[in-house]
T-cell receptor
């Protein structure tokens, strides 16, 4: 089954404790992206990757890091999480720019 | 960067009636406009998209219109059904990998 998976689905952590949210897709897509969803703000793009070893900033990259060492994986790293990073995070992948994006199920992160 | 505004934020319609959601964008270079539907507890899913060389596109009960001059585009859902209840997001993109979303519209279809 074609899908985007994210882990963990739920995470509660404390300020400053490094964490990684994993994202994997099995569709051989070139493009992957991370978004955060907050009430009243919709989805905002954090980082995206056009291919292996090629990444770029979205609209809200501060406090986040990404890497794309393999085509299928695109982890999101929060080196020192803060309460304002409490949010619902989605990973997405697509064949190319301006084509359908397939979203993962989401990761709900709470930073206390 | 691109700014996408979406209205209304909530919409309640009687089953069988039509629903219309409107979006405006700021960057005249934007040329790709997808609409995503998000059901409770799930990730968004593409329902329809339109490119700037087309003024209207229809897929069964769903249609999207684009007015490039006014920089706005709209989603029309006809003969609404309970399964249309969800959050809908519009988005805009120019010729790159960035996608800017609107704030979302929560649609409730009353039986």
């Amino acid at each position: 089954e074609a899908q985007v998976t994210q882990n963990p689905r739920y995470l509660i952590t404390v300020t400053g404790k490094k964490l990684t949210v994993t994202c994997s897709q099995n569709m051989n897509h070139e493009y992957m992206s991370w978004y955060r969803q907050d009430p009243g703000l919709g989805l905002r793009q954090i980082y995206y990757s056009m291919n292996v070893e090629v990444t770029d900033k979205g609209d809200v990259p501060e406090g986040y890091k990404v890497s794309r060492k393999e085509k299928r994986n695109f982890p999101l790293i929060l080196e020192s999480p803060s309460p304002n990073q409490t949010s619902l995070y989605f990973c997405a992948s697509s064949l190319a720019a301006q084509t359908e994006q397939y979203f993962g199920p989401g990761t709900r992160l709470t930073v206390t | 960067g691109e700014n996408v505004e979406q209205h209304p934020s909530t919409l309640s319609v009687q089953e069988g009636d039509s629903a219309v959601i409107k979006c405006t964008y700021s960057d005249s270079a934007s040329n790709y406009f997808p609409w995503y539907k998000q059901e409770l507890g799930k990730g968004p899913q593409l329902i329809i998209d339109i490119r700037s060389n087309v003024g209207e596109k229809k897929d069964q009960r769903i249609a999207v219109t684009l007015n490039k001059t006014a920089k706005h585009f709209s989603l029309h859902i006809t003969e609404t059904q309970p399964e249309d209840s969800a959050v809908y997001f519009c988005a805009a993109s120019k010729n790159d990998y960035k996608l800017s979303f609107g704030a979302g519209t929560t649609v409730t279809v009353r039986a």
